[in-house]
């Protein structure tokens, strides 16, 4: 059997601030943290983003295979209600197990 090793992915070069932004947003820092240097700036976060940072950290990494026609289903109807494709399914996924987890109703006889 043969064992694929991972290294840390590179960091790429952003033209814009705006394209570093977008990119983070996007990624997981955990993949790159191999790759960063350290400073001595300290910086204060906006209480919003702290508490977003918070509660990401509380949220595991899953991977699971999907078929490519339902990636790019779920895609399409994120993109038509304004949301990123993951947090979608995140929230199916949710509604699901809060479904599957609620006492079943009796249906009368």
Do not use: C, N
């Amino acid at each position: 059997m043969m064992t694929l090793k991972k290294g840390p992915k590179k960091l790429p070069k952003f033209k814009s601030r705006a394209e570093e932004i977008r990119f983070w947003d996007t990624h997981d820092f955990s993949q790159y943290w191999d790759r960063t240097q350290e400073v001595d700036e300290v910086i204060e976060l906006a209480p919003e983003l702290a508490k977003r940072i918070q509660e990401r950290l509380k949220k595991r990494m899953l991977a699971i295979r999907l078929e490519e026609w339902q990636i790019a289903r779920t895609k399409e109807i994120a993109r038509k209600k304004g949301l990123p494709y993951q947090q979608l399914m995140r929230e199916w996924i949710s509604k699901g197990i809060r479904q599957e987890s609620a006492p079943k109703k009796r249906r009368a006889r």
